[in-house]
């Protein structure tokens, strides 16, 4: 039987003073509460930093806001780090939060608030980024309407009706466009993914028989070279070539050819494990990858199941035909053999060297000179 073993693992931030929050969800509403007490944060400083410089200006309303914003964000940090409530209650409660804020604060500091109207658009955005398109919808519905109703309660904003409408429409339709965006990005990835899937497959495998073709083995013996390292077991690679295929298709044509290149092809994958790997190369050449083996006779013994199996194969209406193999076998790993082309070549030799000697016969690379009849 294949070995496994799995391991897996998470590296995620720890705060020294809080519990973490251990699912990803989580991570991301710490995070996103950790942003919005940086960015009320990075303000404050800013403010700082034009009273340093002598332009500080009419800001005493912002400045309040902002004050208050401040410790509101350190509430919510403990709350969402502690995992209080339902999550889904969690993620609307914030979006409400953040939404009802910037109305007050558009109200309250009415002109003094103009730098920050892309505030509640990029909130919606940010949800809908970190927990999905129907958070970002709910986000921006509640914000739109929120916004309406708080410039319908300031002079300042119903002296400027236009820039308070398209202020609103703009919160509210910018992240759902924003969402409906992403989702139509997203399943057209899917389906990107998935039609790279089926043609990466299909040009592992050949059309006649499902089998995998010289790219899947390939592929194959470059997992098994990649895992070498720590595998406890070998594997074998076993190279054939049929004999008594010409015959057959010079008798009973080519269709029927193709049918006991099929039936060849079911025998195969019946002889082995569903772990192992069966490939047609071309023509009437096939390959096994054998995984997991625990000595050098588990290989000799599926070559000899190999070839009883293929004995068995007929062709209707020719019983004289008959159909065998020739099979060279390389055990892995090899110290000589550090690639898949050269495994395959090796293989390929030693069946060559079976076919001189005699048909019908395994060679084990390594064994003795001598050819090993089945």
């Not at 920050?116 to 955005?125: A, N």
């Not at 940010?126 to 708080?150: D, I, K």
């Not at 899917?190 to 040009?203: D, K």
């Not at 000799?300 to 190999?306: C, D, I, T, Y």
């Amino acid at each position: 039987m294949r070995e496994q073993s799995e391991t897996s693992g998470a590296a995620a931030w720890r705060s020294p003073l809080l519990p973490p929050a251990v699912d990803p969800v989580s991570q991301g509403e710490v995070a996103q509460a950790h942003v919005r007490l940086m960015g009320a944060v990075g303000l404050l400083v800013a403010f700082a930093a034009l009273q340093a410089w002598g332009r500080w200006g009419a800001w005493d309303r912002a400045l309040t806001g902002l004050v208050l914003y401040v410790p509101v964000c350190l509430g919510w940090i403990w709350v969402v780090r502690r995992r209080l409530g339902a999550q889904g209650v969690r993620l609307c409660a914030a979006a409400l939060f953040e939404q009802t804020f910037y109305a007050l604060f558009l109200a309250h500091a009415q002109e003094q608030a103009g730098w920050l109207l892309c505030v509640p658009m990029l909130s919606s955005l940010g949800h809908g980024l970190r927990y999905g398109p129907r958070m970002a919808v709910f986000s921006a519905c509640v914000g739109s309407a929120l916004l309406a109703v708080s410039v319908t309660q300031s002079p300042y904003w119903l002296a400027l009706p236009e820039v308070s409408l398209g202020l609103v429409l703009a919160n509210l339709t910018v992240p759902i466009h924003a969402a409906v965006l992403g989702r139509r990005l997203h399943a057209d990835r899917t389906e990107a993914e998935r039609r790279a899937a089926v043609w990466e497959e299909a040009s592992k495998t050949d059309a006649l028989t499902g089998l995998s073709n010289r790219v899947g083995l390939l592929d194959a013996l470059d997992r098994v070279f990649a895992s070498q390292r720590q595998a406890a077991r070998i594997c074998a690679l076993f190279y054939t070539d049929l004999d008594g295929f010409k015959a057959i298709n010079d008798a009973a044509g080519h269709a029927a050819g193709d049918e006991v290149l099929r039936q060849v092809a079911q025998v195969l994958r019946d002889a082995v494990r569903g772990d192992d790997v069966v490939a047609r190369l071309g023509g009437d050449e096939f390959a096994i990858v054998a995984l997991g083996l625990s000595t050098p006779e588990d290989a000799r013994l599926v070559a000899v199941k190999v070839m009883h199996a293929l004995d068995q194969i007929r062709v209707p209406g020719h019983e004289g035909l008959r159909v065998g193999c020739s099979l060279g076998v390389c055990l892995l790993p090899d110290p000589a053999l550090a690639t898949a082309s050269q495994a395959i070549s090796a293989a390929d030799e030693l069946m060559l060297q079976v076919k001189r000697t005699g048909k019908g016969s395994v060679r084990v690379r390594g064994e003795p000179a001598q050819v090993m009849r089945a």
